[in-house]
């Protein structure tokens, strides 16, 4: 069972440079995030989808675009690389009958350098 | 809106020692509160949540959490750590929006168990 899986595993970026990364998840989980970690910081949502259609921002969606035209794909779009984009981006997916109750499935993340 | 405090930043034990990784967050009405454990170059997997009913819960691999509402707090605890559970420890709580788990992580505790 492949759970919630990120491509690329790393990348460098040169500033101004767009980029895709890619999650994909084989649970037929509704709701998929997408998470940024920077150190000493813990983790912050950047966007999230309830379904394939539907998207929203997060906490820190500045820079950065989603679309999801499937519930399997969430992919994550960086338009202008910047240095403060550098951080590891995580994506998690869960099934939700409720409100705030059901566990999430992390991705193993993507480590990105913008130079 | 939530927020999540993890009062250390690092913890470092020795091995078979006792263990405790502090965890406060903002009160609200109803809450859901997790433990992630994240190892080295992998990413977040669950240890244990709160949803409701006996204060006390455990993983499976000798963890505990209480939830102490009157304290806000969601402490860590395991009575014997080995070598292997060295890895950062992310303490959350979940908001719903649209339905969604919304994750508010705090900071991470990065515990280190020394021989």
């Known amino acids: 069972n492949a759970g919630v899986t990120q491509t690329p595993k790393f990348r460098i970026l040169k500033i101004g440079q767009s980029m895709t990364l890619q999650c994909t998840q084989d649970?037929?989980?509704?709701?998929m995030y997408w998470y940024r970690q920077d150190p000493g910081m813990g983790l912050k949502l950047i966007y999230y989808?309830?379904?394939?259609?539907?998207?929203d921002k997060g906490e820190v969606p500045n820079g950065y675009n989603v679309s999801r035209s499937t519930t399997e794909d969430f992919p994550l779009r960086l338009e202008l690389a910047a240095p403060s984009q550098t951080s590891v981006y995580f994506c998690a997916s869960s099934s939700s009958p409720g409100t705030g109750s059901t566990e999430a499935f992390f991705g193993q993340g993507t480590r990105l350098t913008v130079v | 809106a939530q927020s999540v405090t993890q009062l250390d930043s690092q913890v470092p034990v020795f091995e078979e020692a006792p263990v405790e990784l502090r965890c406060n967050y903002s009160?609200?009405?109803?809450?859901?509160l997790f433990w992630y454990v994240q190892y080295p170059n992998q990413g977040l997997q669950l240890l244990l949540k709160y949803l409701s009913g006996s204060t006390l819960v455990e993983s499976i691999n000798g963890f505990e959490a209480e939830f102490n509402k009157s304290q806000t707090s969601f402490h860590l605890r395991k009575p014997s750590v080995h070598i292997s559970d060295t890895a950062e420890y992310f303490c959350a709580v979940s908001e719903g929006i649209q339905g969604a788990q919304k994750l508010v992580f705090g900071q991470g505790t990065r515990l280190t168990i020394n021989p």
């Open positions: 989808s309830v379904g394939a259609g539907i998207t």
């Open positions: 009160s609200s009405v109803s809450v859901y």
């Open positions: 649970m037929n989980h509704n709701y």
